[in-house]
């Protein structure tokens, strides 16, 4: 079994496992836990990186991630990249986003509907846009920007949000649903998000979720939130990414993979990191709503489409 002293001298050349990002749950890869993952019994479906934090040329980060790769598929998702920013996106961003892409072979790649750049500013936090006409046209612009130069598709990822836009033209799950439909761009659900936006918003997650186009949804996010009170003391949600995913928000992934089929589903956790199973421990949780739904899911136009 590969362990740390095998990998810090791992040749950046070696080979690959197949890219495919099986029907399984996965985890985001932290550097902690690198030789509990390859040493682990328990093989997971594939780890998701932050592509910001390799987009240097060498050093240990990369020897580590070299030796993951040569033993699990990868996903990479981008953090940085302002894809609903009014002044474009930044083209030396998306060649070292090119880079990491190319140099590690991901079977998925995908962003945010967000925005964090403003002139020579960049904002530490995934900022909303508002859904209009104007924004749609810029987002699909941009997501067409950024496919072209990496020769594949990308998913786009639905933002949690606390206010709406007095703006807005059209609702979030429309908005998203004409992205995908212009710019060819897959999505991908985050199902914390939903429930974290629909508490502050107050909706109904179901409401959200059933017009959602989850014949486009490539792979599912579940991460843990933060309860909190607002100015007036209304219950307010913040996705924080620090601790295990919360009972409503499994509920929820199990009604959505019973209505779609399993796809790829990441755990994240990304703040008060824990050993590594902890995360294991979401993981499997996932794995075992994806094998027991497996055989037992609504054939909506998603597996019509595939049949």
Known sequence: MTNKASWADTDVGARFTDSTIPA??????????????????????FLEIHAEN??????????????IRQNFP???????????????IDHEHVKRLKRVVDR????????????????????????PVPYDKQTLDRVCSHIGQLQDALGRKILLENPSTYVQFERSTMSETEFIAQIAERSGCGLLLDINNVFVSATNQKY??????????????????LAGHAPDVDDEGEPLLIDA???????????LYDIVIGQMGPVPTLIEWDNNVPDWP??????????????RRATNYLLGSRHAANG
């Open 54 to 67: 390799y987009m240097g040329e060498g050093g240990a980060p990369h020897r580590a991630l070299t030796a």
């Open 204 to 221: 109904r997650p179901l409401t959200y979720l059933s017009e959602f186009p989850l014949e486009k949804v490539e792979e599912i996010h």
């Open 104 to 127: 590690y072979q991901p079977g998925l790649v995908s962003e945010h509907l967000a925005w964090s750049t403003h002139d020579a500013n960049y904002f530490n936090d995934l900022l």
């Open 24 to 45: 399984r749950a996965g985890a985001g890869l932290k550097p902690d836990h690198v030789d509990a993952i390859l040493n682990d019994e328990y093989r997971i479906g």
């Open 278 to 291: 902890v995360l294991r421990h979401e993981a499997k949780r996932a794995d075992e709503i994806l094998e």
């Open 241 to 251: 990414h620090d601790r295990p995913v919360d009972d409503e928000v499994w509920k």
């Open 74 to 88: 990868l996903s990479v998702h981008g953090v940085g990249l302002s894809i609903g920013s009014e002044n474009g």
